[in-house]
């Protein structure tokens, strides 16, 4: 019976098998996931216009025996078009046009401002500890040269919390301006996700 040594076949399969893992890798890594730091906007809309976010909270309009009318700060909606305006600016997927160049423009108005109690002080339930804001608005975007509208949202909400005490405390207009932010972030957010 004839002797086989076996030892000198073992480092080529070795690299045999580390050749096949590497690649196998380098095929894997450069197929990826799927995540991208690209947008999903349609490649020939390089151009945004935002309109004036209009303000058309009905102030006369009764809400409760508590509170009898909305909540109204004035000059909301221009802080709303200003912080769209500098998040697409940010973005950067899309520039900002004028409103006769631009490739579709995005309307929107303020319709409604909800101040809601999240958590009440343990010792009384009539003291606020938490509240949310939301800043509620009808948004749409449009195709400018066939006038089209593209997508359109109604109630789209940004929000934010804040406390009234304690060690998180901040006032009203500070969350006010937290929740401009977070509405201007999910109103770029959402014009440039896949329609």
Known sequence: MKNVDYTDKRPRLHRFFLFVICHLSFVIALAGCGYTTRSFVDPNIRTVYIEPFLNKIDITDELSEN??????????????????????????????????????????????????????????????????????????LIDRDENKILWQENSFIGDSTYFTSGASAKSESAALSDAVVDLARRVVERTIEEW
């Open 67 to 140: 509170r009898k009318y909305k909540t109204y700060f004035p000059l909301l909606e221009v802080k709303i078009t200003r912080a769209v305006v500098d998040r697409f600016i940010f973005d950067g997927n899309l520039r900002i046009g004028r409103p006769d160049t631009a490739d579709v423009i995005l309307k929107g108005e303020l319709v409604n401002y909800v101040k809601d109690a999240l958590r009440y002080e343990s010792a009384d339930n009539e003291t606020v500890q938490e509240y949310r804001i939301s800043l509620v608005v009808n948004i749409s």
